[in-house]
């Protein structure tokens, strides 16, 4: 069965509908230019000053989230190569010098940024986390005095250092154009790390060999949230000026 041909005047009223079309994306482009100003820059997620920052913020959050409040909760809680702690005592004695911490060392890390630089002060925190999170894997598991101290390490070097400052470079970056696209973005990577590392630090934990007479699993996936933060220290170089 033959289609029916298209009328010229069918032809012409797609014409015109697809002019219209034109018409409104031009107009709602011309007054996106009104609100923002000429500055306005359409949304490109490949852009380097999007695609960096978030892919960092990714990185640390997958490396060090479950660290925290994972690898090591669980090896402070084992009762048979760890230090047998209750739920509640390794919650008020690991999380609770960490959270409190990070929030009161995070508003001199924002104050140190902008004259130091957001590039070096997050550095400076990755590094420093790195370095922490080894020693966890290497002394701290075979001292209870040790783990408490480095996790509330990390309450400077990563909650009150590198997490305030990647907050802070999401609207540093942020063009006036699109002011809240990077913020919202980087929250993203925030969320999807921190579910990133629940699914593959434990993973690496269980394939270690994590066991009834070994530490070996615990401290292997420490050790991989080491590699993923020097992953994030290096793409932090790539982040644009």
């Known amino acids: 069965m033959s289609m029916p041909e298209e009328t010229p005047r069918a032809a012409a009223s797609g014409r015109e509908s ?12 011309g007054e996106r230019r009104k609100r923002f100003g000429p500055e306005f820059i359409p949304l490109n997620l490949s852009a ?12 640390t959050m997958t490396g060090v989230f479950a660290t925290v409040n994972g690898v090591v909760l669980s090896f402070a809680q084992n009762s048979q190569i760890g230090f ?10 690991f999380l609770t010098p960490f959270a409190l911490i990070g929030w009161l060392v995070g508003p001199f890390a924002g104050r140190l940024a902008p004259t130091l630089g957001y590039r070096r002060v997050l550095r400076f925190g990755l590094v420093g986390t ?7 894997a290497l002394v701290g598991v075979h001292s209870l005095p040790v783990l408490i101290a480095c996790t509330a390490l990390l309450g400077v070097t990563y909650a009150g250092g590198a ?9 540093v970056l942020s063009p006036k154009g699109n002011p809240g696209f990077l913020p919202g973005m980087n929250a993203g990577a925030f969320n999807l790390g921190s579910g990133l590392s629940f699914a593959v630090l434990p993973a690496v934990e269980v394939a270690g060999g994590s066991g ?9 996936a420490i050790l991989a949230g080491v590699v993923i933060v020097a ?11």
Do not use: C, K, W
């Not at 697809?18 to 482009?29: F, K, P, S, V």
């Not at 380097?48 to 990185?59: C, D, E, K, Q």
């Not at 790195?130 to 966890?136: D, L, N």
């Not at 997490?163 to 609207?171: A, Q, T």
């Open 18 to 29: 697809g002019h219209a079309h034109e018409g409104q994306d031009l107009a709602l482009a």
């Open 48 to 59: 380097p000053f999007i695609r960096r920052p978030v892919a960092t913020t990714l990185l």
């Open 84 to 93: 047998g702690m209750s739920a509640d005592l390794a919650s008020v004695v």
């Open 130 to 136: 790195a370095v922490v999170m080894a020693v966890i």
């Open 163 to 171: 997490n305030i400052i990647l907050n802070g470079l999401g609207v």
């Open 212 to 220: 009834a007479e070994s530490s070996a699993g615990y401290v292997t």
């Open 231 to 241: 992953a994030a220290f290096a793409v932090s170089f790539l982040i644009p000026r």
